[in-house]
Nanobody, 127 residues
């Protein structure tokens, strides 16, 4: 059974930093691309960042470029999202997801292309 478990969310002031993690089990982690999405109340789930299975390629949506960094440790079956210079509009539930056989931005930015999802972790940025 595949499980993706996010952790590391919380409350932070604007301008602060958080690192969220996603631990995977039940799959061959080194063979899946991983993505981070977020969903704010009343809004659709949106793409944040993705990393291919080797870690050789990373993709970001424009509103987090230069502030967020996605990385992975295949030895620990974990993907990370380091979030710096946080803004109140970054407040959302952050979800990680795993995708088989997808390695381009066009595919990885689309939620329906992912095979597995975590339950999410709340990130709240106060002004």
């Amino acid at each position: 059974q595949v499980q993706l478990v996010e952790s590391g969310g919380g409350l932070v002031q604007a301008g602060g930093s958080l690192r969220v993690s996603c631990a995977a089990s039940g799959l061959t982690f080194s063979s899946v691309s991983m993505g981070w999405f977020r969903q704010a109340p009343g809004k659709e789930r949106e793409f944040v960042a993705a990393i291919t299975w080797t870690g050789g390629n990373t993709y970001y949506t424009d509103f987090v470029k230069g502030r967020f960094t996605i990385s992975r440790d295949n030895a620990k079956n974990t993907v990370y999202l380091q979030m710096n210079s946080l803004k109140p509009e970054d407040t959302a539930v952050y979800y990680c997801a795993a995708a088989h056989f997808k390695n381009t931005l066009g595919l990885l930015k689309t939620p329906t292309n992912y095979n597995y999802w975590g339950q999410g972790t709340q990130v709240t940025v106060s002004s």
